[in-house]
């Protein structure tokens, strides 16, 4: 009778030990939470903000592929800053326009992330599949300075292009 009073208790003072517990972690998790959820949501913000409008000229730059090989022209273009580009479909598709996040400042991929629409992946463009679609990225807020581009389906077949951002 003794050893099941005893299991009695011992269990009684885990299981309240375990509750006990279980609330302060609980009351822990839940404080942490929100601020560990707060932190992320000003990072994201740029990339879900809309595009920024364009103040200046839109320039075109086709996407080509032909026997002569995969190129934009032209394929290398300076713009100032407030401009767009618009990506014109020609001929050899499917092409994109994508950028290398690893080569970007933060400042330059957080106006890219939020000036490039329907991106099929992070600072990569929609895939353009018939002749004469087009995809413009703004330049409004991009930081002064190069920026190298290409097409994802043909960047082994050197589809590259230079962006240069006055």
Do not use: W
């Not at 300076?78 to 326009?97: C, E, L, Q, R, W």
């Amino acid at each position: 009778m003794r050893f099941l009073g005893f299991a009695v208790v011992t269990g009684a003072a885990i299981l309240l030990g375990a509750c006990g517990g279980g609330d302060k972690a609980a009351t822990t998790d839940s404080a942490a939470a929100p601020a560990a959820e707060a932190a992320p949501a000003p990072a994201a913000a740029p990339a879900a903000g809309a595009m920024a409008p364009i103040t200046g000229t839109t320039h075109t730059v086709n996407m080509v592929g032909d026997g002569q090989g995969y190129r934009f022209e032209p394929a290398e273009i300076t713009i100032k800053a407030g401009d767009g580009i618009k990506f014109v479909m020609v001929s050899g598709g499917p092409h994109n326009v994508a950028f290398d996040p690893a080569t970007l400042s933060a400042g330059a991929k957080s106006a890219l992330l939020a000036n490039m629409p329907e991106q099929a992946g992070e600072l990569s463009g929609k895939m353009l599949l018939n002749a004469n679609e087009d995809y413009t990225i703004s330049f409004a807020g991009v930081p002064a300075g190069t920026y190298d581009y290409h097409c994802t389906p043909h960047l082994a077949m050197g589809m590259k292009g230079k962006i240069t951002v006055q």
